[in-house]
């Protein structure tokens, strides 16, 4: 794969993790929603990724770029690094929680049942706060390759004038 690959690869993970941080932040907004158009509450979102699927498994890879060193259960990558290189991610999907909602005791509430309940989403917010670093910290991580790739090219350049 060239440079031009990884870049296509990394910009691949970075919507990605755009769209897992977008589901997030859709899940923190309604955490309190108790009547969505569909009727009923809100039920917590997750992003599926799934590798491309021109992907070889990994076993696949790990055992193409395997040297001679290792055991046949985790065997050493070879120095070359002839092994192919995974073209990234995609996202396979935006599935529903299956989760039941919470029951709060809330009588005055416009959506409380006849016995006072009110159903409430499963949203733990901090659950959602750390879903939300990783994915900001997945983005950063990817932003920065580019940045390294883009320097690589660079550099290359450079050294193809002189």
Do not use: C, W
Not at 40 to 65: C, K, W
Not at 84 to 105: F, M, Q, T, W
Request: net charge negative.
């Amino acid at each position: 794969m060239n440079l031009f690959g990884l870049m296509e690869t990394s910009g691949g993970a970075m919507q990605a993790e755009r769209m897992r941080a977008e589901v997030v932040a859709a899940n923190m907004a309604n955490a309190e929603t108790t009547r969505t158009a569909t009727g009923g509450a809100y039920h917590r979102q997750h992003v599926i990724f799934a590798a491309n699927s021109s992907d070889p498994g990994f076993l696949d890879s790990l055992a193409t770029a395997s040297g001679t060193v290792g055991s046949p259960a985790l065997p050493a990558l070879n120095a070359a690094g002839s092994g192919p290189v995974a073209p990234g991610v995609h996202i396979a999907g935006v599935v529903e929680d299956p989760s039941p909602p919470l029951k709060r005791y809330d009588p005055g509430h416009p959506d409380a049942g006849p016995d006072g309940y009110v159903s409430y989403p499963d949203i733990n917010p901090l659950t959602e706060m750390v879903d939300l670093m990783g994915a900001t910290r997945a983005y950063g991580l990817n932003s920065s390759a580019v940045q390294a790739e883009k320097g690589m090219i660079s550099s290359a350049l450079e050294i193809a004038k002189s």
